[in-house]
């Protein structure tokens, strides 16, 4: 038995390696799968009016095909701040529905597989996976329109996706453009005439586009009821609810974190004081 513990310590380093070259690819993996550049959020969970916008564009636009079944409407309404009965009668559609069920909905797996080609799948999770809260919010405002497409539509982040643009009545039809931009001068700035100091552009498309950072979408004028910016807000909510909901606990979790700090630094005067008790002694008996 004892002989073989070396051999056992072998196999344990080995495990260990192991899992973290595994952490290391699975990482690297993650990030390939982003192949457009995301823009970046900060999710803030303990404000509640943007979680209640976001759960009422949930419950509005996404709960039909997606579910949110590791979360109940119960635990969701007290989060968010929202009294239960309200929370029945606005944004649950289903009669039938008790405060302490699930968030599940009615769509079957097989069917929606044949409208759209995939299941939409849950989404409880999904801020979680791929790249979070960044992922979600630049890919809703990515759908653009591509009638080779069975729907019409296309998406940046989510190449031939396969879900419908449902928030296309807000944020109004996008479509892929050249656009004239600034020439890159040989110092990496932007050209500029040396007699009228103005901008020297030129037409640039696609992937060239986004790798000078613009965006290739435009936004075909007189579409959508809502403004860029009204959108990137009703967006970002969305978002910021499904930050929350991938981990309900955090919002505990980060304010019961402050009481652990602030006990840890009061426990500190008192182990100290206790340390340099048991010090003296020790030099008193040594
Ligand atoms: C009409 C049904 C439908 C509605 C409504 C809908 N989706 Fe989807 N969604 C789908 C389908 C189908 C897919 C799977 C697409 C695929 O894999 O090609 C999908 C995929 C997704 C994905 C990607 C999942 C993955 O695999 O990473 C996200 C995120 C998503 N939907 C978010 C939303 C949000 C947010 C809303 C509400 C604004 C919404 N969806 C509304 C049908 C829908």
């Given at each position: 038995?004892?002989?073989?513990?070396p051999?056992?310590?072998?196999?344990?380093?080995?495990?260990?390696?192991?899992?973290?070259?595994?952490?290391?690819?699975?990482l690297?993996?993650?990030?390939?799968?982003a192949g457009?550049?995301?823009?970046?959020i900060?999710?803030?969970?303990?404000?509640?009016a943007s979680?209640q916008?976001?759960a009422k564009?949930?419950?509005?636009?996404?709960?039909?095909?997606?579910?949110?079944?590791?979360?109940?409407y119960?635990?969701?309404?007290?989060?968010l701040?929202i009294?239960?009965n309200?929370m029945?009668k606005?944004?649950?559609?289903?009669?039938?529905?008790?405060?302490?069920?699930l968030?599940?909905?009615?769509?079957s797996?097989?069917?929606?597989?044949n409208?759209?080609?995939?299941?939409?799948?849950?989404?409880?999770?999904?801020?979680?996976?791929?790249?979070?809260?960044?992922?979600?919010?630049t890919?809703?405002?990515?759908?653009?329109?591509?009638?080779?497409?069975?729907?019409?539509?296309n998406?940046?982040?989510?190449?031939?996706?396969?879900?419908?643009?449902?928030?296309?009545?807000?944020?109004?039809?996008?479509?892929?453009t050249c656009?004239?931009?600034p020439?890159?001068?040989?110092?990496?700035g932007?050209?500029?005439?040396?007699?009228?100091?103005?901008f020297i552009?030129e037409e640039?498309?696609g992937e060239?586009?986004?790798?000078?950072?613009?965006?290739?979408?435009?936004?075909?004028?007189?579409t959508?009821?809502?403004?860029?910016?009204e959108?990137?807000?009703?967006?970002?909510?969305?978002?910021?609810?499904?930050?929350?909901?991938?981990?309900?606990?955090r919002i505990?979790?980060?304010?019961?974190?402050?009481?652990?700090?602030l006990?840890?630094?009061?426990?500190y005067?008192?182990t100290?004081?206790?340390g340099?008790?048991y010090h003296?002694?020790?030099?008193?008996?040594?």
């Amino acid at each position: 038995m004892i002989r073989r513990l070396p051999n056992l310590r072998k196999k344990v380093i080995g495990l260990a390696v192991l899992t973290w070259a595994s952490c290391l690819f699975s990482l690297s993996c993650v990030a390939a799968d982003a192949g457009y550049p995301l823009d970046h959020i900060e999710p803030d969970i303990h404000d509640q009016a943007s979680l209640q916008r976001g759960a009422k564009t949930y419950m509005n636009y996404c709960m039909g095909c997606h579910s949110l079944e590791y979360q109940r409407y119960k635990r969701t309404a007290e989060d968010l701040g929202i009294p239960e009965n309200l929370m029945l009668k606005h944004l649950v559609f289903d009669p039938d529905t008790r405060i302490g069920d699930l968030m599940t909905n009615t769509m079957s797996a097989e069917s929606s597989r044949n409208w759209f080609g995939a299941s939409p799948p849950d989404l409880t999770l999904h801020s979680n996976l791929k790249g979070g809260p960044d992922w979600l919010y630049t890919y809703l405002r990515t759908f653009y329109r591509d009638d080779s497409r069975p729907f019409g539509m296309n998406n940046l982040v989510y190449e031939n996706v396969g879900m419908p643009h449902v928030l296309l009545d807000l944020q109004g039809m996008q479509i892929k453009t050249c656009k004239q931009v600034p020439q890159v001068a040989p110092n990496g700035g932007d050209m500029r005439d040396p007699l009228t100091n103005e901008f020297i552009r030129e037409e640039v498309c696609g992937e060239e586009l986004v790798r000078r950072g613009y965006s290739p979408l435009e936004k075909v004028e007189g579409t959508g009821s809502l403004t860029t910016a009204e959108y990137d807000q009703v967006i970002y909510d969305l978002a910021n609810f499904m930050f929350y909901i991938g981990e309900p606990a955090r919002i505990d979790r980060t304010r019961i974190g402050w009481y652990v700090l602030l006990f840890l630094a009061f426990f500190y005067v008192f182990t100290w004081l206790l340390g340099r008790e048991y010090h003296k002694e020790f030099h008193r008996e040594s």
